[in-house]
């Protein structure tokens, strides 16, 4: 899993609760991106950050929210804004964001919401 | 934005036997095309990539495929084994964002 972390593996959430996701690198990378997985489906993109104290919405950003303190870290909440939150949550990096930059993935956080 | 699609959903191999997944995309101005292999409860592990000056790319029993003018790529795998079964993505980049097949679901029968 090439130097990236996730905890919990696994999660579980009462509705109605926010709840943290945590995803630490130490590839010095400076991207570092969040993506949703559902099953029989491809990945699809919530935020990305291109560097510290920066990040963009991807194509799902409604009802999930980041931040990017240090270069190291990414945590994203689940808010009880997210209508269907149960799903496997997959933290990726990457040098930088340019066209050719390969990504690199962490092992996943599935969040059951109970 | 871009629009990745991915075929068979499902593919079922004798071992010893070749595999064959296949994308199309339909962004133009995308050039870079990785694979990824996904194990049960694992994330995604990159196995091989192209960029888009290249036509063709081998690495042991795996090779991936090119064709920018009908802007489609191929993962071909040889002599399958039992540990090649899994979950195989394709994905195209355009700009910062990978965007992901719906995945193909490998199970190589011995």
């Known amino acids: 899993d090439g130097g990236i972390t996730q905890s919990p593996k696994y999660l579980f959430r009462k509705e109605g609760q926010n709840v943290t996701l945590s995803c630490e690198q130490n590839?010095?990378?400076?991207?570092m991106y969040w993506y949703r997985q559902d099953p029989g489906q491809g990945l699809r993109l919530i935020y990305y950050?291109?560097?510290?104290?920066?990040?963009q919405k991807g194509d799902i950003a409604e009802g999930y929210s980041v931040s990017r303190e240090k270069k190291e870290s990414f945590p994203l909440t689940v808010t009880s804004a997210q209508k269907n939150p149960t799903a496997f949550y997959l933290c990726?990096?990457?040098?930088?964001?340019?066209?050719?930059?390969?990504?690199?993935f962490g092992p996943g956080t599935r969040l059951t919401v109970l | 934005g871009e629009n990745v699609e991915q075929h068979p959903s499902t593919l079922s191999v004798q071992e010893g036997d070749s595999a064959v997944i296949k994308c199309t995309y339909s962004d133009s101005a995308s050039n870079y095309f990785p694979w990824y292999k996904q194990e049960l409860g694992k994330g995604p592990q990159l196995i091989i990539d192209i960029r888009s000056n290249v036509g063709e790319k081998k690495d042991q029993r795996i090779a991936v495929t090119l064709n920018k003018t009908a802007k489609h790529f191929s993962l071909h795998i040889t002599e399958t084994q039992p540990e090649d079964s899994a979950v195989y993505f394709c994905a195209a980049k355009d700009d910062y964002k990978l965007s992901f097949g719906a995945g193909t679901t490998v199970t190589v029968r011995a």
């Open positions: 590839l010095n990378h400076d991207a």
């Open positions: 950050s291109q560097i510290v104290n920066d990040f």
């Open positions: 990726a990096s990457s040098m930088g964001t340019g066209r050719t930059d390969e990504q690199f």
